[in-house]
């Protein structure tokens, strides 16, 4: 499998996770959305949206974070990434879809650059806005988190797939965390995990010789 | 089961599709989202984010609308609403989560108050917003649907059920549609069939006696 990244996507950052946990043999091709190579022809062609990430595997290009980890979940099952009680697995989605609904899309890259450049706000403001979703989707994840372990037990799941990049997200837009200890503790704990280490942006073949977490949005 | 539901919630709308699809018998509890009852102590304890819609089942509270679609389709598996094929099935839902993830959050109420509100952005700038994401999200979805019946074949399915709502809600912010005509047709399709018709916000228990398409915002 070969999956079109960039370091720092959340979205690709789900999947390379999720790849990982289940010990999967793929191939990463950076795809610079900072130069706006999402929107080339080429690209196009696997990802009519032009958005990362996509997952190829044998002839089909599959698209948008979501579809491609619950195909991964049905083609590879083990290990699970959600429970196995269909309640269970109906609060674990619940809480994937918090991040991935309530909290991402309102801050990716497209919608940050039509706030600074359609209605002309200025950096402040975008930080505000910024800063705002994550802060409300935050709050209603942080109750609803486990003080230790992981969501679904004794290993992490499809709920930390979704809440770690958007963690990162978020330290990168130097958005306080001090209210949410649950959530950092969690992130804490996966970040000791082979799985998370080698998913993380800064492990991408595409990131910067050094990329400080301060050092700017360009993607989300 | 009970839905608590708002006539115009486009994800309380996606719920009642699936649910009259299916077959279920359920009772809709309204929340006047208009009037802010999602903020209420008692529903909160249903669902701790204030957002419908959330489905109620034996003891069980389930939120977020994507995780219901999924829960209902795992323990109703009959008629199926996604492909039994897994790679088509992952297309299914990378349609779905063009509409959840891509339109949708946009262009919730929240948002649209947080334009106008914090952002101080007039009518106008509002509306053209709201158009501008609907129109990129359209333009990548109408090449990808059919000519003639449905996404999954014969029967509409999960497709049907994001995309439909998407299309109310935009005709309520008088979204150009011309563009799309197979978006248009998908639609008048499922305008047939009863399960969209006693799902559609006009035939909901608070939906106002007169409910004209054009009487402005209230609720995406």
């Given at each position: 499998?070969?999956?079109?990244?960039?370091?720092?996507?959340?979205?690709?950052?789900?999947?390379?996770?999720?790849?990982?946990?289940?010990?999967?043999?793929?191939?990463?091709?950076?795809?610079?959305?900072?130069?706006?190579?999402?929107?080339?022809?080429?690209?196009?062609?696997?990802?009519?949206?032009?958005?990362?990430?996509?997952?190829?595997?044998?002839?089909?290009?599959?698209?948008?974070?979501?579809?491609?980890?619950?195909?991964?979940?049905?083609?590879?099952?083990?290990?699970?990434?959600?429970?196995?009680?269909?309640?269970?697995?109906?609060?674990?989605?619940?809480?994937?879809?918090?991040?991935?609904?309530?909290?991402?899309?309102?801050?990716?890259?497209?919608?940050?650059?039509?706030?600074?450049?359609?209605?002309?706000?200025?950096?402040?403001?975008?930080?505000?806005?910024?800063?705002h979703w994550v802060i409300e989707g935050?709050t209603a994840?942080?109750?609803?988190?486990?003080?230790?372990?992981?969501?679904?037990?004794?290993?992490?799941?499809?709920?930390?797939?979704?809440?770690?990049?958007?963690?990162?997200?978020?330290?990168?837009?130097?958005?306080?965390?001090?209210?949410?200890?649950?959530?950092?503790?969690?992130?804490?704990?996966?970040?000791?995990?082979?799985?998370?280490?080698?998913?993380?942006?800064?492990?991408?073949?595409?990131?910067?010789?050094?990329?400080?977490?301060?050092?700017?949005?360009?993607?989300?």
């Open positions: 499998m070969q999956l079109y990244s960039y370091f720092r996507s959340s979205a690709a950052y789900r999947v390379r996770i999720a790849l990982n946990l289940k010990g999967l043999d793929y191939g990463v091709i950076p795809v610079n959305l900072a130069a706006g190579e999402q929107r080339s022809d080429s690209y196009r062609r696997h990802n009519p949206q032009g958005l990362v990430p996509t997952l190829v595997t044998g002839n089909e290009a599959l698209t948008q974070s979501t579809a491609i980890l619950e195909w991964l979940e049905e083609e590879y099952p083990e290990p699970a990434l959600y429970p196995r009680d269909a309640l269970l697995r109906a609060q674990v989605r619940a809480l994937c879809q918090l991040v991935a609904c309530d909290i991402h899309p309102l801050n990716n890259l497209r919608v940050l650059k039509y706030l600074k450049g359609e209605l002309g706000q200025d950096e402040d403001a975008v930080r505000l806005w910024y800063a935050f994840l942080e109750s609803r988190l486990p003080e230790e372990a992981f969501v679904n037990g004794e290993a992490p799941g499809m709920a930390e797939i979704f809440i770690v990049p958007q963690i990162y997200n978020a330290e990168r837009f130097a958005v306080a965390l001090g209210d949410f200890p649950r959530i950092r503790a969690l992130r804490d704990r996966c970040d000791l995990l082979p799985a998370f280490q080698k998913a993380h942006p800064s492990a991408q073949p595409d990131a910067p010789a050094s990329s400080p977490a301060g050092s700017g949005p360009s993607g989300t």
